[in-house]
T-cell receptor, first 115, second 114 residues
Framework: EADIYQTPRYLVIGTGKKITLECSQT?????MYWYQQDPGMELHLIHY???????EKGDLSSESTVSRIRTEHFPLTLESARPSHTSQYLC??????????????FGSGTRLTVV | AQSVTQLDSQVPVFEEAPVELRCNYS??????LFWYVQYPNQGLQLLLK??????LVKGINGFEAEFNKSQTSFHLRKPSVHISDTAEYFC????????????FGSGTKLNVKP
C-alpha cells in the first residue's frame, strides 16, 4: 500500500503555464526527494530535503523549485512550463531504522506533458 | 560520485526459465545496494537490499541478488520467472557516507513470454 501520494498522476498542460506537482507522505520521514525519469534513462535527482525548511538541488539541473513547510508535504513547482519539461516526476522519502538504512519509498509518479 | 551500469536494456525470456539481470557500480567504497521494480504506470517498489552481512540477499517475489565486492556487482536472479514479472528493474547504489543520494542505473526491461 502506498504511503506516499502524488497528484496528479497525469497532466497535459500548455507552454508557459505554472504548475505544482503534489507529494505527501504519511510515514513521518524526514528526508524527501524528487526524481526525473525519462524513458530508457536512469532516474535523476533534481531536489531533496532533509526536513522542514531544508531544500537542496540535486545532481540534475532543473528549472523547478520545491518547498518543505510541513514534514509530510514536498511540492514541486514549475513557474513556466516548457516542452523540455515533459517527463515523469517521481517523489520519494526515506528513513533510518536503528543503524540501518531502509531505502526509499516511491510514489506512483506524475507524468507531465507540456504541449 | 557513483555510476551504475545495467548492461542489458532489455531481456526477453520465456516463462519458467531462469533470469539474471546484471548490475555493476563504479566505486569500491562501502555501499548500500538496492533493486527496485517498476510496473507500467507505477512508481518504484523495493525488491531487495544489501546493507551488510551475507552477500546473498533474498527479496520479494522469489528474487535474490548477490553482492560481489571484488567485481563491484550486484546481479539480480530468479530461478523461474512468471508472466507477472514483466516490468522494468532498476539497480541503485548509495554510498554509506552519503546515504541521502541514490544513484540509479538506466533500467532493464524484463519481458516474460508465454
Amino acid at each position: 500500500e502506498a504511503d506516499i501520494y502524488q497528484t496528479p498522476r497525469y497532466l497535459v498542460i500548455g507552454t508557459g503555464k505554472k504548475i505544482t506537482l503534489e507529494c505527501s507522505q504519511t510515514m513521518g520521514h524526514d528526508k524527501m526527494y524528487w526524481y526525473q525519469q525519462d524513458p530508457g534513462m536512469e532516474l535523476h535527482l533534481i531536489h531533496y530535503s532533509y526536513g522542514v525548511n531544508s531544500t537542496e538541488k540535486g545532481d540534475l539541473s532543473s528549472e523547478s523549485t520545491v518547498s518543505r513547510i510541513r514534514t509530510e508535504h514536498f511540492p514541486l513547482t514549475l513557474e513556466s512550463a516548457r516542452p523540455s519539461h515533459t517527463s515523469q516526476y517521481l517523489c520519494a522519502s526515506s528513513a533510518w531504522g536503528g543503524q540501518s538504512f531502509y531505502g526509499y519509498t516511491f510514489g506512483s509518479g506524475t507524468r507531465l506533458t507540456v504541449v | 560520485a557513483q555510476s551504475v551500469t545495467q548492461l542489458d536494456s532489455q531481456v526477453p525470456v520465456f516463462e519458467e526459465a531462469p533470469v539474471e539481470l546484471r548490475c555493476n557500480y563504479s566505486s569500491s567504497v562501502s555501499v548500500y545496494l538496492f533493486w527496485y521494480v517498476q510496473y507500467p504506470n507505477q512508481g518504484l517498489q523495493l525488491l531487495l537490499k544489501y546493507l551488510s552481512g551475507s552477500t546473498l540477499v533474498k527479496g520479494i517475489n522469489g528474487f535474490e541478488a548477490e553482492f560481489n565486492k571484488s567485481q563491484t556487482s550486484f546481479h539480480l536472479r530468479k530461478p523461474s520467472v512468471h508472466i507477472s514479472d514483466t516490468a522494468e528493474y532498476f539497480c541503485a547504489v548509495s554510498d554509506r557516507g552519503n546515504f541521502n543520494k541514490f544513484y540509479f542505473g538506466s533500467g532493464t526491461k524484463l519481458n516474460v513470454k508465454p
